[in-house]
Protein backbone atom coordinates (compact mmCIF):
# COMPACT_ATOMS: atom_id res chain seq x y z
CA UNK A 1 0.00 0.00 0.00
CA UNK A 2 2.73 2.64 0.57
CA UNK A 3 4.52 1.81 -2.44
CA UNK A 4 0.94 2.29 -3.85
CA UNK A 5 0.91 5.53 -2.44
CA UNK A 6 4.52 6.49 -3.22
CA UNK A 7 3.59 5.89 -6.76
CA UNK A 8 0.29 8.15 -6.71
CA UNK A 9 2.51 10.96 -5.10
CA UNK A 10 4.77 11.12 -8.21
CA UNK A 11 2.95 10.56 -10.67
CA UNK A 12 0.79 13.50 -8.77
CA UNK A 13 4.09 15.94 -8.65
CA UNK A 14 4.29 15.32 -12.26
CA UNK A 15 1.05 15.76 -13.15
CA UNK A 16 1.14 18.69 -10.93
CA UNK A 17 3.97 20.36 -12.75
CA UNK A 18 2.47 19.51 -16.20
CA UNK A 19 -0.47 21.73 -15.58
CA UNK A 20 1.60 24.12 -13.60
CA UNK A 21 3.11 24.79 -16.63
CA UNK A 22 0.69 24.78 -19.20
CA UNK A 23 -1.75 27.56 -17.21
CA UNK A 24 -1.43 30.61 -18.80
CA UNK A 25 0.30 33.61 -17.63
CA UNK A 26 -3.35 35.78 -17.37
CA UNK A 27 -4.73 33.12 -14.95
CA UNK A 28 -2.36 34.60 -12.35
CA UNK A 29 -4.04 36.98 -9.93
CA UNK A 30 -1.91 40.13 -9.22
CA UNK A 31 -2.12 39.89 -5.74
CA UNK A 32 -0.94 37.20 -3.65
CA UNK A 33 -4.82 36.94 -1.89
CA UNK A 34 -7.56 35.35 -4.11
CA UNK A 35 -10.77 36.54 -3.97
CA UNK A 36 -12.55 35.07 -0.69
CA UNK A 37 -15.28 32.93 -2.60
CA UNK A 38 -13.43 31.68 -5.32
CA UNK A 39 -12.18 28.39 -4.01
CA UNK A 40 -10.03 27.96 -7.72
CA UNK A 41 -8.33 30.87 -7.71
CA UNK A 42 -4.13 30.28 -8.21
CA UNK A 43 -3.04 33.36 -6.47
CA UNK A 44 0.33 34.79 -6.85
CA UNK A 45 3.21 33.09 -5.27
CA UNK A 46 5.56 34.95 -3.00
CA UNK A 47 8.60 34.02 -1.06
CA UNK A 48 6.21 35.01 1.98
CA UNK A 49 3.77 31.76 0.64
CA UNK A 50 7.00 29.45 0.84
CA UNK A 51 8.21 30.75 4.66
CA UNK A 52 4.17 29.65 5.14
CA UNK A 53 4.91 26.35 3.82
CA UNK A 54 7.97 25.39 6.13
CA UNK A 55 6.53 26.89 9.06
CA UNK A 56 3.63 24.62 9.09
CA UNK A 57 6.32 21.62 8.37
CA UNK A 58 7.87 22.96 11.24
CA UNK A 59 4.60 22.94 13.50
CA UNK A 60 3.87 19.38 12.36
CA UNK A 61 7.23 18.17 12.50
CA UNK A 62 6.29 14.78 14.55
CA UNK A 63 3.11 12.54 14.37
CA UNK A 64 2.47 13.41 18.38
CA UNK A 65 1.71 16.93 17.10
CA UNK A 66 -0.87 15.84 14.36
CA UNK A 67 -4.58 16.61 14.76
CA UNK A 68 -6.20 13.84 12.92
CA UNK A 69 -9.36 15.14 14.44
CA UNK A 70 -9.35 18.64 12.30
CA UNK A 71 -12.79 20.92 12.69
CA UNK A 72 -11.07 23.68 11.51
CA UNK A 73 -11.24 25.69 14.70
CA UNK A 74 -7.00 26.71 15.16
CA UNK A 75 -6.70 27.63 18.65
CA UNK A 76 -3.39 29.20 19.53
CA UNK A 77 -1.41 27.29 21.85
CA UNK A 78 -2.77 23.94 21.11
CA UNK A 79 -0.71 20.88 21.55
CA UNK A 80 -1.61 19.23 17.98
CA UNK A 81 -2.90 20.99 15.20
CA UNK A 82 -4.46 19.76 11.58
CA UNK A 83 -3.15 20.09 8.00
CA UNK A 84 -5.45 23.23 7.62
CA UNK A 85 -4.88 24.86 11.41
CA UNK A 86 -0.78 24.54 10.58
CA UNK A 87 -0.95 26.50 7.55
CA UNK A 88 -3.55 29.11 9.14
CA UNK A 89 -1.28 29.67 12.12
CA UNK A 90 2.03 29.78 10.17
CA UNK A 91 0.32 32.73 7.83
CA UNK A 92 -1.13 34.41 10.55
CA UNK A 93 2.34 34.13 12.50
CA UNK A 94 4.39 35.09 9.44
CA UNK A 95 1.85 37.91 8.05
CA UNK A 96 -0.02 38.84 10.45
CA UNK A 97 -3.47 38.09 9.57
CA UNK A 98 -5.26 34.92 7.95
CA UNK A 99 -5.77 34.29 4.37
CA UNK A 100 -8.36 31.77 3.75
CA UNK A 101 -7.16 32.04 -0.03
CA UNK A 102 -3.36 32.75 -0.01
CA UNK A 103 -1.50 31.17 -2.64
CA UNK A 104 0.24 28.83 0.27
CA UNK A 105 -3.56 27.01 1.18
CA UNK A 106 -4.53 27.31 -2.47
CA UNK A 107 -1.58 25.45 -3.82
CA UNK A 108 -2.37 23.02 -0.50
CA UNK A 109 -5.98 22.72 -1.96
CA UNK A 110 -4.78 22.03 -5.47
CA UNK A 111 -2.19 19.39 -4.16
CA UNK A 112 -4.75 17.77 -2.16
CA UNK A 113 -6.76 17.64 -5.24
CA UNK A 114 -4.10 15.83 -7.30
CA UNK A 115 -3.76 13.22 -5.00
CA UNK A 116 -7.20 13.07 -3.51
CA UNK A 117 -9.12 13.71 -6.35
CA UNK A 118 -11.47 10.66 -6.61
CA UNK A 119 -12.94 11.39 -2.92
CA UNK A 120 -14.97 14.50 -3.52
CA UNK A 121 -14.08 16.41 -0.18
CA UNK A 122 -16.60 19.08 0.75
CA UNK A 123 -13.24 20.95 2.50
CA UNK A 124 -9.90 19.52 0.61
CA UNK A 125 -7.92 20.19 3.75
CA UNK A 126 -10.14 19.26 6.54
CA UNK A 127 -11.19 15.98 4.71
CA UNK A 128 -7.79 15.43 3.81
CA UNK A 129 -6.57 15.29 7.07
CA UNK A 130 -9.38 13.39 8.79
CA UNK A 131 -9.56 11.09 6.16
CA UNK A 132 -8.86 7.51 7.79
CA UNK A 133 -6.25 6.46 5.02
CA UNK A 134 -4.11 9.48 5.79
CA UNK A 135 -0.83 9.18 7.58
CA UNK A 136 1.31 11.81 9.05
CA UNK A 137 4.04 10.51 6.08
CA UNK A 138 1.28 11.87 3.50
CA UNK A 139 0.48 15.08 5.22
CA UNK A 140 4.18 16.10 5.25
CA UNK A 141 4.39 14.72 1.42
CA UNK A 142 1.96 17.08 0.83
CA UNK A 143 3.47 19.79 2.54
CA UNK A 144 6.87 19.12 0.42
CA UNK A 145 4.98 18.98 -3.14
CA UNK A 146 3.59 22.30 -1.95
CA UNK A 147 6.77 23.76 -0.95
CA UNK A 148 8.40 22.75 -4.19
CA UNK A 149 5.43 23.71 -6.33
CA UNK A 150 5.92 27.39 -4.81
CA UNK A 151 9.53 27.36 -5.30
CA UNK A 152 8.89 26.13 -9.08
CA UNK A 153 6.27 29.20 -9.45
CA UNK A 154 8.47 32.11 -8.11
CA UNK A 155 11.24 30.72 -10.77
CA UNK A 156 8.79 30.99 -13.13
CA UNK A 157 7.14 34.15 -12.69
CA UNK A 158 7.80 37.21 -13.59
CA UNK A 159 8.24 40.12 -11.71
Known sequence: MRNETSHT????????????SA????????TNQAPID??????RATKTDLEIVKRARAL????AKWNRADNRVCPSG?????????LQIATTEITGKPEHRG??????????????????????????????TTTFD??????????????????????
Open 38 to 43: DSTARP
Open 78 to 86: AKTVSLYCA
Open 9 to 20: ITVSVFLLSVFL
Open 103 to 132: AALQETRFVVDEIAGDRNYSHRLMDYNNDP
Open 138 to 159: DIQEVLNIVERVIALRLRGQKP
Open 23 to 30: APAQAQKP
Open 60 to 63: LDSP
